[in-house]
């Protein structure tokens, strides 16, 4: 049995998520304050207490699900259950950040301040209005790739996250992807629908976060990952620490290749796919791609004391 721990993006934020890994864990609490010090604020105090509004920002839900993944992880480590059992990590846009903080690539506090970085990059890319992403449901990459295509017109649509078989995610200007709406229900679509968003991400859109993270990134030391990581862009596992850093500025404007993913890492041997840190979503599309594969959500302490039963 060939095991992968992947790492969850944006969308999987919940108040509250992490505390109960914090209360039994000294290693996932010390995530928290490492991250908190970090960032100069009490970041663990709005995802345990706050307004789910204020932490579904980009600014903070980036290093806020990054933390609580990493919080995870410790526990695990702490269980017994590090990364020598896995043979490969990965994440999901954000988090490939975490897939590298975990793999010793990027050091904890130095992923959270450029998260922190990414997601202001990101947020402040394009005026809030003007961006907007959907999702389209029952359409291929390729069937979902020509609509974006058509929907164009002159103006930015791009396939986005191809999440899994039947369902890939556009993004783009905001009256491209609402034309991408109408588009792909003519083509079948079982459904497509706009996302609450608060920017196009992943999109051409988002070269001027491209370029602030370029400058982020170029101060920043890099690693060589203790497991190879599978990177969204190439949808392949590298090792080598100047291809992550080019391969993550190409992550801002590039696509989330997430079905590709699974797939390589499904051909490489993977059979056993641990999501670790918040919410099931990555379980969902990996089984909806990979449909040998077993999947296991790890956020909570009952979810690692079911590890051991």
Known sequence: MSRAFVFPGQGAQTIGMGRALAEAYPVARAVFDEVDAALGEKLSTLIWEGDI??????QNAQPALMATSIAALRALEAEGFGLDHASFVAGHSLGEYSALCAAGSLTLSDTARLLRIRGQAMQEAVPVGVGAMAALLGLDFE???????????GEVCQAANDNDPMQVVVSGHKAAVERALEIAKAKG???AILLPVSAPFHCALMQPAAH???????????GTPKVPVVVNVRAEAVMEPDRIHDLLIAQITGSVRWRESVLWMEKAGVTEFWEIGAGKALSG?????????????????????????
């Open 53 to 58: 509004a204020e932490l579904t920002l980009t």
């Open 143 to 153: 069937a979902a790739t020509a609509v974006a295509a058509e929907a164009a017109q």
């Open 189 to 191: 679509a079982k459904r």
């Open 212 to 222: 602030v993270m370029a400058e982020a990134l170029a101060a920043v030391p890099i």
């Open 285 to 309: 599309m990996i089984k909806r791609t990979a449909a040998e594969a077993t999947t296991r959500a790890i956020g909570t302490p009952d979810d690692i004391a079911a590890l051991k039963a």
